[in-house]
């Protein structure tokens, strides 16, 4: 039986790659529905090729454009909005989500994939970090299966027992080694970190990714949000996870055993293959990866991450300890910063000034709802909004 795919996201870096591991086995998989957000002319020609019953725009504007671009492609339906995103997510034909909307917008879409019990492609980690308990919890009584497509994620998954990635402790696990590529400016001194520009901090030295991760990657508050991400999936402590920057980006993480064992997994930075492992999972298919050549490669190198040019990383270890609504203040003031940078309006360096200004400021509350969720993060955007403008006014080191 052909699986039946949404991809939420389907224009961005993973759900373009994404497509292209399903384009390669139409045997196996069958796209139901496209999302995007704005890019209607990438959307269409996308409509064209892979025929989806579902293409869903996040406004009218551009759910109009799509729907007259499409005018002879009847069978695509054109829908609008986020209750559409969770329509196509949860819609009764369709078996697997690949959850790929960037940043907390992701959320709700694919929190109705988890509950409609489906398998679940995790991509979006923000939406884990923000809801933690609550997201894992709706994945227990929906009994939807949630793969990782996070590399390092996707990494430890392999390198653990099936039936045991959240009982480490059965497992004999004693170790989980997140690896890190360090990002583009991992050799930077503090001072040259001030004047970095948006397009610097996009370029990443081995992986091809969207721009918000890309800054995400540059901070290295994408690897607090993953140690987030670890602790909730594989059900460990920060304590347990010892992040490794690996420059070379070749081995993805690692799984250390009560015995001395050390588990890696090991492949090209090319995100088809986490992808590709958990659209087939448990078997295994063609990626379009490139061979590892590891004579070329020659050799791998270590180190410990600096958490003094790189505060983000502290901070998120630290918003996870103090628990409750906190990664989801960290996770809201995170993406205000990195647009407010990307836009010009803010410095590199201030990113993190200006997320400990914002953790600083909003108490934290217990998250027993997905409401009080969506609450703190809007308040965490207008507290971090508030502290730029006061920065740009000079208020701000
Ligand atoms: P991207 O910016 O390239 O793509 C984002 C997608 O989400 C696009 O299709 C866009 O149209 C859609 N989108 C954005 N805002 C939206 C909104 N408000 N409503 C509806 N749709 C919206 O991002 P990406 O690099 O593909 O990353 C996607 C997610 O996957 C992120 O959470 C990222 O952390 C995670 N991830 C990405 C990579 C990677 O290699 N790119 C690796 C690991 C994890
Ligand atoms: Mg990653």
Same mark, same amino acid.
């Given at each position: ?209 969207? !721009?918000?991760? &890309?800054? /995400?990657?540059? =901070?290295?508050?994408?690897? @607090? %949000?993953?140690?987030? $991400? ?34 890696? !997994?090991?492949? &090209?930075? /090319?995100?088809? =293959?986490?992808?590709?492992? @958990? %659209?087939?999972?448990? $078997? ?114």
């Amino acid at each position: 039986m052909k699986r039946n795919v949404t991809i939420l996201g389907a224009t961005g870096s993973i759900g373009l790659n994404t497509l292209d591991v399903i384009r390669r086995h139409p045997d196996r998989f069958r796209v139901h529905a496209l999302t995007a957000s704005t890019s209607v002319d990438s959307m269409a020609s996308l409509c064209r090729e892979f025929r989806p019953r579902y293409a869903v725009m996040a406004d009218q504007k551009g759910a109009e454009a799509l729907f007259s671009q499409l005018a002879d492609l009847p069978l695509t339906q054109v829908l609008v909005g986020e209750d559409s995103l969770c329509r196509v997510a949860s819609d009764r034909e369709c078996d697997t989500v690949m959850a790929a909307i960037v940043g907390a917008a992701g959320l709700v879409p694919t929190l109705s994939a988890v509950r409609s019990g489906k398998r679940v492609l995790l991509a979006n980690k923000e939406a884990l970090v923000m809801s933690g308990q609550l997201f894992m919890d709706a994945v227990a009584e929906s009994g939807a299966e949630l793969l990782p497509i996070d590399s390092e994620h996707n990494a430890i998954f392999q390198c653990m027992p099936a039936d045991r990635i959240r009982n480490t402790l059965a497992a004999g696990i004693t170790r989980i080694l997140l690896t890190a590529s360090g990002g583009p400016f991992r050799t930077f001194s503090a001072d040259s970190l001030r004047s970095v520009k948006p397009e610097e901090a996009c370029a990443h030295p081995n992986w091809s990714m969207g !721009q918000k991760i &890309s800054v /995400d990657s540059a =901070t290295l508050m994408n690897k @607090g %949000l993953e140690l987030i $991400e670890a602790c909730w999936l594989f059900n460990v402590s920060p304590d347990f996870v010892e992040v490794h920057v690996h420059p070379e980006s070749i081995i993805h993480s690692m799984v250390e055993y009560a015995d001395g064992s050390v588990l890696a !997994q090991l492949g &090209s930075p /090319d995100m088809r =293959t986490p992808i590709a492992n @958990g %659209l087939a999972w448990p $078997e295994r298919i063609d990626a379009g990866v490139a061979p590892l050549d590891l004579f070329q490669i020659g050799k791998f190198h270590f180190e410990r991450p600096d958490l003094q040019r790189f505060p983000c990383l502290r901070l998120a270890a630290e918003a996870f300890q103090r628990g409750g609504t906190t990664p989801a203040v960290l996770n809201a003031a995170n993406e205000e910063a990195v647009a407010a940078f990307l836009d010009g309006k803010l410095c590199f360096a201030d990113i993190a000034v200006i997320i400990e200004q914002t953790l600083d400021r909003v108490a934290t509350v217990a998250a027993d709802s997905f409401d009080t969720i969506f609450e703190k993060d809007a308040e965490a955007r207008l507290v971090a909004r508030e502290q730029m403008s006061l920065a740009s006014a000079g208020g701000v080191s």
